[in-house]
């Protein structure tokens, strides 16, 4: 990483509730063409969550904490804060001594933009300021949040006009926080009404979704330079499972996530 921080714009995206089992199945079925393409050997890794809800993983994610992977370690990480016994931090790790990734980023001089997406990123009561207030720059409508059937175009939208407006020589390191496959999907898939609710059917839908429109947010993000980008859940979310509905809660469905990292051409 030490690289690549100074030298490529980054990306990180956030699939928000996105269950693993889920989205390697559509995965291998060919269901989702856009990202499929994009992923290391067309598959998605399998990790573990840094916590089982939004603001927990977000915070830890923040932290340089992204989700680790699903086999024994130690796991050396991509970013890391200073600190005196780290066993994850390695010679390849960008370290810094800032408290957040976000403000280390800005120190070495890009712009940082946050999408959001579920009401943890909202602004509207002091806890929904926390996460997008460690961004230079953040973002929120509406039309972003988990009750509206075209939240990722809207964000998207809204992505594509902060490159726009950024200067050539500006790096820029962008996140969105994917607020689609959250409950309520069930508009994702047709037929599905509100009275039965959501299920891991229309979360798959909620998915496909997201796959449609996911191309043109990596184009935007490539747009001016080459990009390193990092495509992850933050946590699953229950279906009933075992009796478990939503997350918060130690379920498998909810620790074990898909995740991938990986390089975006400039214009590609």
């Known amino acids: 990483m030490n690289a690549v921080v100074g030298s490529h714009d980054l990306l990180l995206v956030t699939l928000d509730t996105l269950r693993h089992d889920v989205a390697v199945e559509l995965a291998a079925a060919g269901r989702l063409p856009n990202l499929a393409r994009h992923l290391p050997g067309g598959t998605w890794e399998e990790r573990h969550a840094p916590g089982s809800f939004t603001y927990a993983s977000h915070q830890a994610i923040f932290a340089g904490f992204l989700p680790t992977p699903a086999s024994p370690g130690p796991h050396p990480r991509l970013f890391a804060a200073r600190f005196a016994g780290s066993e994850t931090t390695a010679g390849r790790t960008f370290v810094y001594d800032s408290p957040d990734l976000p403000r280390a980023l800005e120190e070495v001089g890009y712009r940082t933009v946050?999408?959001?997406?579920?009401?943890?990123?909202?602004?509207?009561?002091?806890?929904?300021?926390?996460?997008?207030?460690?961004?230079?720059?953040?973002?929120?409508?509406?039309?972003?949040?988990?009750?509206?059937?075209?939240?990722?175009?809207?964000?998207?939208?809204?992505?594509?006009?902060?490159?726009?407006?950024?200067?050539?020589?500006?790096?820029?390191?962008?996140?969105?926080n994917v607020s689609a496959l959250h409950q309520p999907n069930w508009f994702h898939l047709p037929g599905a009404t509100a009275e039965a609710g959501d299920s891991r059917a229309t979360h798959a839908a909620a998915l496909e979704y997201v796959d449609r429109h996911i191309g043109r947010?990596?184009?935007?993000?490539?747009?001016?330079?080459?990009?390193?980008?990092?495509v992850c859940s933050d946590h699953g979310t229950a279906y009933g499972d075992d009796g478990y509905t939503g997350h918060r809660l130690g379920?498998?469905?909810?620790?074990t996530v898909p995740y991938a990292h990986f390089f975006l051409e400039p214009g590609a």
């Open 114 to 176: 946050c999408v959001g997406g579920v009401g943890f990123f909202n602004r509207q009561p002091p806890l929904g300021s926390v996460l997008p207030g460690l961004f230079a720059e953040s973002h929120w409508e509406p039309e972003f949040g988990v009750a509206s059937p075209t939240s990722f175009e809207a964000q998207v939208t809204r992505a594509e006009e902060v490159v726009a407006a950024l200067p050539a020589d500006q790096r820029l390191f962008l996140f969105v």
């Open 217 to 230: 947010l990596f184009a935007a993000a490539s747009s001016r330079r080459r990009c390193f980008a990092i």
């Open 251 to 255: 379920h498998e469905a909810v620790w």
